[in-house]
């Protein structure tokens, strides 16, 4: 298990002599150069005024960090490294993160059924003693629930009453497939999952997601709920779509909450600060063990096209083996990727729903890209 600290610097400039060409310092300037001119020019097609920010890792280095475009529409805020996005689903590779450490500290185990701790699961529509989901389950989308609960605003209201919604969205959630028969991609399966870990630990999800790995990694602008001081920070979401009009308001009314969506939704980062989890999840920074961490990004789901660990998607083709998430909610998109050989990493997020870049395919071909030089 590698254990070192987190070194933000620029590795691309070091040294007396400015690199050459056909130096692998060289290579690597010019390859990082090209992808962040590829984003800029997304941006001015894109002819919005949103804006992307991204960062670029090697091993426990990060070797690019920068912003183009503005986080503002309103005031044309010009984004920075220090600028605040929504993560959306990658938000459920935290969920998944701390269940691994609840697993390492004997808290739980992987395969112990969620009704141990949250009897409320028995209310589920179609649940049995031969359904039971358990930890493991929910964590690679394997419990064979349905995408979201068919409840009426389950979606909607205030962060403080996420856990209440969850408890009033079971009973709306209903099976598609058996459990642990095949990936089914269930959001309501993994606030059901930040529940149950919340209740097996006797502690608040969201404070232990920031005392288990905020706190610990310093990453200082990730919250569930953006304080009054970094509120500046925050980018102005746009939603809407590309043959409509502009919508700020509902990603602005997303701010105060967005019903049971916080163990596969809710935080807010930059990406400096997804490097370091990044990182403690290529093990440069220990909060898990090397065999938890193995585990998380060992694929947990029956054959198929779609491959899913714990907590993360895993995809392995033409030479890159990649370990990372996507997320999407209004106004908002981002990506988390990183490959395992090489220990390459992309961090991109964007505060609006379309465009030019592709978010995962720009990442993977940057990747492979990085990993040839």
Not at 125 to 134: E, F, L
Not at 241 to 262: I, N, Q
Not at 356 to 372: E, P
Request: hydrophobic share 35%; glycine share 10%.
């Amino acid at each position: 298990m590698k254990n070192t600290v987190i070194t933000l610097a620029l590795v691309l400039f070091v040294g007396c002599n400015p690199p050459t060409k056909d130096t692998k310092t060289g290579n690597l300037k010019s390859i990082i150069n090209e992808f962040e001119d590829q984003l800029k020019k997304d941006i001015a097609d894109d002819n919005i005024n949103g804006s992307i920010s991204f960062a670029i890792i090697k091993g426990d280095k990060v070797l690019k960090a920068a912003a183009t475009g503005s986080s503002d529409i309103g005031n044309n805020t010009p984004a920075d490294t220090s600028t605040i996005y929504r993560t959306g689903s990658i938000s459920k590779s935290f969920t998944a993160f701390l269940m691994m450490q609840m697993v390492q500290d004997g808290v739980i185990e992987l395969d112990d059924p969620i009704e141990d701790y949250m009897p409320e699961i028995r209310n589920l529509d179609g649940y049995s003693d031969s359904r039971k989901i358990t930890f493991r389950q929910l964590a690679s989308h394997t419990a064979g629930l349905i995408r979201e609960p068919d409840m009426e605003n389950a979606a909607a209201g205030p962060i403080d009453e996420w856990e209440n919604k969850i408890l009033a969205s079971i009973p709306n959630t209903s099976f598609q497939t058996e459990p642990g028969e095949r990936y089914s991609y269930s959001n309501i399966g993994f606030g059901i999952l930040g529940l149950a870990v919340s209740r097996a630990s006797n502690r608040s999800f969201m404070e232990l997601v920031t005392e288990r790995i905020f706190e610990p990694l310093n990453m200082k602008n990730s919250f569930f709920v953006v304080p009054e001081d970094k509120r500046n920070n925050l980018s102005k979401g746009l939603g809407g779509g590309p043959m409509g009009e502009l919508d700020t308001e509902r990603p602005a009314r997303e701010h105060s909450g967005r019903g049971y969506k916080v163990p596969n939704g809710g935080i807010y980062s930059t990406p400096l600060d997804l490097t370091k989890f990044m990182m403690s999840n290529m093990g440069y920074i220990e909060l898990l063990g090397e065999d938890h961490l193995t585990e998380m990004q060992t694929i947990q789901t029956p054959e198929g096209r779609l491959t899913y660990g714990l907590g993360f998607s895993l995809y392995q083709d033409l030479g890159i083996s990649t370990v990372g998430h996507g997320g999407s909610v209004a106004g908002y998109t981002a990506h988390f990727i990183f490959d395992k050989e090489s220990q390459y990493g992309v961090i991109l997020m964007r505060n609006f729903n379309w465009g030019n870049t592709n978010l995962n395919l720009r990442s993977v071909s940057l990747i492979r890209k990085l990993k040839r030089h």
